[in-house]
């Protein structure tokens, strides 16, 4: 090679902007960046557990009383897990208290009150998110404000309402003063607003009408909706004790929540007894969420609820 050639032969080009060092400093800063986020991960997932444990640790202590013995539980040897498993405390409440009519007087006034709360509140969502009425904003307002009511202070008035219409003592006493939710109308408008316009839109240059809009459109694309809003609704009706306990006046239609009240008037220092029955109430809805999980939180983050 010449002398020539070596003044002609091209220079590399260097950043004045690069850091000193070039890419070791740059293979180092990787380095480093990477061990703080696999530092965070791991320090988040032990957070994640630890409030995992401290949560399911009632339900754990819940299952642990009532497979316990009553020697351990008045002796007060209670451990971890108990030395002798016994179902004796289930046998004991099964045999006292009618709780399968109970247990199916629950299914069947959250069945169906969580199922006409579904149809409401997709209706009413629907309306609030995709027609144009005159006052829907106030209405929608007004609905959103009834919120901030109290359950207590508008019982007496529900109890004036189902007397008068002859509904006292029966299941639709119960059933139908929860027919709406406001909440639930305004998770369902937040969901149907994130549906595309232009599907709607669509649908009606092709000459569809609002309950077929409804009905081959919104529906298919709201089934994580439907999962949230049945779920919330169930699991409310299922747990609603003060208006029940007014509304239900013969034991045969009680529900759980008001057996677990008779319950503890007889077996008031029973624990094994009291414990055994509420894992019969909280059994169902912890199994009806594990299997249902899935769309239960795709529901809340399509709303934009967090």
Not at 69 to 89: A, D, H, I, M, Y
Not at 231 to 258: C, G, R, V
Request: proline share 6%.
């Amino acid at each position: 090679m010449t002398s020539t050639d070596v003044e002609t032969a091209p220079q590399p080009v260097v950043d004045p902007a690069a850091p000193p060092g070039g890419p070791l400093i740059d293979t180092d800063r990787r380095r480093r960046r990477a061990r703080r986020d696999r530092a965070g991960l791991v320090g988040r997932t032990a957070l994640a557990v630890l409030l995992c444990l401290i949560l399911l640790f009632p339900l754990y202590w819940m299952v642990v009383v009532a497979l316990s013995t009553r020697s351990e539980l008045l002796g007060g040897q209670l451990r971890l897990w108990p030395r002798e498993l016994t179902f004796s405390n289930f046998e004991r409440v099964f045999e006292s208290f009618p709780v399968g009519t109970w247990f199916t007087n629950s299914v069947a006034i959250s069945l169906v009150t969580a199922a006409i709360i579904v149809v409401f509140n997709l209706l009413a969502g629907y309306a609030f998110a995709h027609l144009r009425f005159r006052g829907s904003t106030p209405l929608f307002l007004l609905a959103l404000s009834t919120l901030m009511v109290p359950v207590q202070v508008i019982m007496v008035a529900l109890f004036r309402l189902v007397t008068t219409l002859n509904l006292y003592g029966t299941y639709w006493a119960v059933i139908l003063p929860a027919a709406a939710s406001a909440f639930g109308i305004f998770l369902a408008r937040q969901f149907m607003l994130g549906i595309p316009r232009e599907l709607i839109e669509a649908a009606r240059i092709d000459g569809a009408g609002h309950v077929r809009v409804f009905s081959r459109v919104v529906l298919p694309l709201s089934k994580p909706l439907i999962a949230v809003l049945f779920f919330m609704s169930l699991l409310s009706s299922w747990n609603d004790f003060a208006w029940p306990l007014i509304a239900l006046k013969q034991n045969e239609l009680f529900t759980l929540p008001i057996g677990l009240l008779y319950l503890q008037g007889q077996f008031g220092s029973d624990y094994g007894a009291t414990m055994a029955f509420a894992l019969v109430n909280v059994a169902p809805m912890v199994l009806l969420f594990l299997v249902f999980q899935r769309y239960f939180v795709q529901g809340f983050a399509r709303t934009g609820i967090r």
